[in-house]
């Protein structure tokens, strides 16, 4: 290479460093943080999870207030009553009048008379009570072969008969008989009552 050439060339390489000079922007301090920024690698930034919200449960209403206690007066004084007039003890229980006790006679005309019981119901009975008196004649008598145990059944089965037909339409004289019942047995059942008959 002549010396022209290689002036030519030293020439030609300036002119491109004075471009690239002019070209180059200026460092500074704000530039080299730049670069840093550039090179240092940024921190991973933490990923944000979105925000859920959780639904609120309803609110639970207020709790009652518990019912109170009545309160309760005391029961007021009644006023004192004003003195009563000594009332008169009460007669003493009368006992009520004794029925009257029958005899054979006295029974045969109350029941004659009483209308509780029909004509032939009355002619009935009149039969049945001939017919016992005439079977205690016969015991009194020592015949018949009946005894006083048997008699006392067909009395008592007449009594409860004459008493049952007369109990609703004439209960007095029913009464009476009931009253007599043991009274008029005695007179039947002894000899010598009965032979007054």
């Known amino acids: 290479m002549t010396i022209r050439g290689a002036g030519a060339l030293s020439v030609s390489l300036l002119a491109v460093l004075t471009q690239a000079s002019a070209c180059a922007p200026v460092k500074g301090p704000s530039?080299?943080?730049v670069e840093r920024r550039a090179v240092e690698p940024e921190p991973p930034r933490e990923e944000t999870t979105?925000?859920?919200e959780t639904p609120k449960a309803p609110a639970s209403p207020a709790p009652a207030e518990p019912p109170r206690p009545k309160t309760v007066e005391p029961p007021r004084p009644k006023p004192?009553?004003?003195?009563?007039a000594k009332e008169s003890a009460p007669?003493?229980?009368t006992t009520p009048a004794r029925a009257p006790v029958l005899d054979l006679t006295s029974l045969e005309n109350r029941l004659r008379e009483t209308s509780a019981i029909g004509v032939f119901t009355k002619l009935s009975l009149k039969n049945q009570v001939d017919d016992l008196l005439e079977r205690f004649r016969t015991f009194h008598e020592g015949r018949g072969g009946t005894t006083l145990a048997k008699l006392r059944e067909s009395y008592d089965l007449l009594v409860l008969k004459v008493m049952s037909l007369l109990q609703d339409k004439d209960p007095a004289l029913a009464r009476d008989i009931s009253t007599s019942r043991e009274t008029l047995w005695n007179i039947l059942a002894d000899p010598a009552k009965f032979k007054n008959l």
């Open 31 to 33: 530039s080299e943080a």
């Open 50 to 52: 979105p925000r859920v």
């Open 80 to 84: 004192p009553e004003p003195p009563r």
């Open 91 to 93: 007669p003493p229980p």
